[in-house]
């Protein structure tokens, strides 16, 4: 399958971009009458056939149109503070848009070693993961929020504060509630701070653990999001 990410698709034609229409005759070698597939970020997932394989605007008709391609049946938000080495970062975006995560927001805290992102970049990489694991839905990628930001405008029901004192000793599936939604919170390198934790509590957000091994920032959140996935599959109903 042959997946082109085209998120200002409308019509019944379609023009590949230059890059992506590079890519598609050049790369790919596809040519007139071969068949493609496009897919809008929100659900639309078409199927096209090459009118024209230009090389700098390849001309698409598009044929068949899915909705809710590939949606995940479960609202997952990872909230993370973004460590000092981006690769990290770009390796946890690319593995939770491969396993399914809705929202993904980029806190700023006390602690934090990193206080800008390209955006630009991070998305290519969730565009990339979205195409590679064929799903029709781009996550919502938010860029750096401060702490105090994000707890003010956190609904507590459904928001729960990794960190690494005693008093979180509850995992996620001890709150876990099939059907609504989830948000996690990881705190950077030197974890929340004492300040950060208490404005979470008062802000009604429980403490969960990731269990007892000590991780690292990226694969916290990358087992938060796991974690919400299976959570989904075993209380699903039969």
């Not at 019509?11 to 890519?23: A, Q």
């Not at 605007?57 to 997952?76: F, H, N, S, T, V």
């Not at 805290?109 to 590679?132: G, I, P, T, W």
């Not at 995992?171 to 929340?192: A, L, N, R, T």
Request: aromatic share 8%; proline share 4%.
């Amino acid at each position: 399958m042959h997946l082109f990410y085209t998120p200002d698709i409308t019509g019944e034609f379609y023009t590949l971009s230059e890059e992506e229409s590079k890519h598609c005759t050049r790369v790919l070698r596809l040519s007139h009458g071969d068949t493609v597939y496009l897919v809008d970020g929100i659900g639309g997932m078409y199927t096209a056939i090459i009118q024209d394989a230009h090389q700098k605007r390849c001309q698409l008709q598009l044929i068949d149109k899915q909705i809710e391609y590939g949606k995940i049946p479960y609202i997952a938000h990872i909230a993370v503070a973004p460590t000092k080495n981006m690769d990290r970062m770009e390796w946890f975006v690319e593995k939770a848009v491969e396993i399914g995560i809705s929202e993904i927001t980029f806190l700023l805290c006390e602690h934090s070693e990193r206080r800008n992102l390209r955006m630009d970049r991070l998305e290519k990489v969730a565009v990339s993961a979205m195409k590679q694991s064929k799903k029709g839905y781009l996550p919502l990628l938010n860029d750096m929020t401060p702490f105090h930001r994000f707890v003010q405008k956190a609904v507590p029901e459904c928001t729960f504060i990794a960190h690494l004192e005693d008093d979180a000793t509850k995992s996620i599936k001890g709150y876990y509630k099939y059907g609504e939604p989830h948000c996690i919170m990881i705190g950077p390198e030197g974890d929340f701070s004492a300040n950060e934790i208490t404005a979470a509590y008062k802000a009604g957000i429980k403490p969960v653990t990731l269990g007892q091994s000590r991780l690292r920032t990226e694969t916290a959140a990358l087992v938060a999001c796991h974690t919400l996935n299976v959570l989904h599959d075993v209380f699903a109903p039969l």
